[in-house]
């Protein structure tokens, strides 16, 4: 049973900079692709970022390009979003995902292709 808990939520000036984690369990992850995501109110929820969790690809939504990264650690099974240049645009939940892909697939942006999902950790940037 995968087990994905996010941390590292919070309030912070526009600017500013979070780390968010997702501690993963249940599963051996070697093949998986972990992605963030988010969801402001009244919105769908939106792809932000995603990592293969053995090689590091990563593949990232304009809105995130080089403000967010992501990132893993194996030996403590967790991945990050560390986000820099927050903007009230970005206040919303973020949710950790995971995927077994088939062969040939891999990173995608698509909320439906992830069949595993964290919590959500709330981010709110103030202006």
């Known amino acids: 049973q995968v087990q994905l808990v996010e941390s590292g939520g919070g309030l912070v000036q526009a600017g500013g900079s979070l780390r968010v984690s997702c501690a993963a369990s249940g599963r051996t992850f070697s093949r998986f692709v972990m992605g963030w995501f988010r969801q402001a109110p009244g919105k769908e929820r939106e792809f932000v970022a995603a990592i293969t969790w053995s090689g590091g690809s990563t593949y990232y939504a304009d809105s995130a390009k080089g403000r967010f990264t992501i990132s893993r650690d194996i030996a403590k099974n967790t991945v990050y979003l560390q986000m820099n240049s927050l903007k009230p645009e970005d206040t919303a939940a973020y949710y950790c995902?995971?995927?077994?892909?088939?062969?040939?697939?891999?990173?995608?942006?698509?909320?439906?292709?992830?069949?595993?999902w964290g919590q959500g950790t709330q981010v709110t940037v103030s202006s």
């Open positions: 995902a995971a995927r077994n892909p088939p062969p040939g697939s891999g990173l995608i942006p698509a909320p439906g292709g992830y069949g595993y």
